[in-house]
């Protein structure tokens, strides 16, 4: 099999064509990111474009000329009644362009760091049973899902003094110490 | 959750090339349809029901994703992009590019392709 590339950009950046036709079709891919970013929205909600408008209270051939699009096309309105319509909360941001992609995963790991603290204050304040179970469950999802976010790209990187081993992945570490601890009850009883 | 990844065939590679040159509005107009049905893979947990105009299905899970959407001033020609999404490996092939004119030969020879990545070849 052919080449493998982690994005359509990527891959034309790599194609074996005149640097005209590669430029024009990236720009091109560059200039609708909105409109697509609508398209997904509405297919995750798993909605058709006539779905869309009968609940925006348009036509489809509006919503279909919105998803195609350029984004200086697109309005805050547009983007409004996909929220209204999708039950989501419009929001804006800017970055600048020259941001680090280290500084955007720390900024990410310290939103995560964020709302992992605000599901803590809320299983202590309700000292509830379920809800408590829930987010131990929830963190023990959490640790083995945020390693494995982790260790899939790492496992890609070459370098020289990489060790060839493959990486040992431990499914669910947290199941393991419950059984250990679950094994030291038993022994516990056994005692008894 | 993992990204997917394009993997090309020979078949796409020669396609492409020959559209770049021969049909540049029209492989445009399918890479970017091909950009939006990426996003969507990586947005989606398993197989969905994509719900946009560009795509159709064609047999053995193959789709097809044609020019529509795109703001070229002059009109474009009927074309598709055979891709296949193997969902366990997360890699999505493209198969090939035709025209209306060669269709039935073209899903032939794609699903030739999705055979044999059925059968780990």
Redesign the interface.
Known sequence: MGKQYNSVRAMIKEMDTDAGFKEKAELEIENRQISKFLVVLRCTHGLTQKQLAGKAGCTQSRVSKIEASYDTEISVKDMIDYGKVLNLKLEIGYRKPTVKIVDLIKYHAGKISFYLNQLVEIARDKDDESINEGVFNFFKEAIVNINALILKPYSKLTFPGKSDKNIIHISAPLDAMESISNGADNTNKASK | M??W??????Q??RD??YY??KH?EE??AV??N???Y???LN??AGP??????FIHNEPDGMKAIDQK???SRNKLQQTRLYIYAHHEKQ?L?LLGIGGKSGQGEDIQRCREFVRLIRTGG
């Open positions: 993992a990204e990844t394009i993997e090309t065939t020979g796409y590679d492409s090339k770049s040159k540049p492989l445009t890479l970017d091909l950009d939006t990426l996003l969507l947005a989606c969905f029901q994509a719900t946009a105009g959407g795109s703001k890699i092939y």
